[in-house]
């Protein structure tokens, strides 16, 4: 069992940045595929970015240029920088953690993006 816990959201203004952290414990880290996902209220969940286990990434065309995931598999944990924040991007973002049939999740840190 694998537990993921997500910090370093919060209030930052248009233009502003943040970075999120997700630190996983219980599994075999430099084994799981990792991804951000986001929920905007009223809105389905959309996948943000992804970093597999060779550390390959994608990201969606929204936030492509602004966001950036990356992974220490020393310390267990994924990160999400992002710049350029816009109001669009006010979410709760979620960490997600996948290998062959397992699949976890945190339990989401809320990102809003207000002057």
């Known amino acids: 069992q694998v537990q993921l816990v997500e910090s370093g959201g919060g209030l930052v203004q248009p233009g502003g940045s943040l970075r999120l952290s997700c630190a996983a414990s219980?599994?075999?880290?430099?084994?799981?595929?990792m991804a951000w996902y986001r929920q905007a209220p009223g809105k389905q969940r959309e996948l943000v970015a992804s970093i597999s286990s060779a550390s390959s990434t994608n990201y969606t065309d929204s936030v492509k240029g602004r966001f950036t995931i990356s992974r220490d598999n020393a310390k267990n944990t994924v990160y999400l920088q992002m710049n350029s924040l816009k109001a669009d991007d006010t979410a709760v973002y979620y960490c997600?953690?996948?290998?062959?049939?397992?699949?976890?999740w945190g339990q989401g840190t809320q990102v809003t993006v207000s002057s």
């Open positions: 219980g599994g075999i880290f430099r084994l799981y595929a």
């Open positions: 997600r953690a996948t290998r062959n049939t397992r699949d976890y």
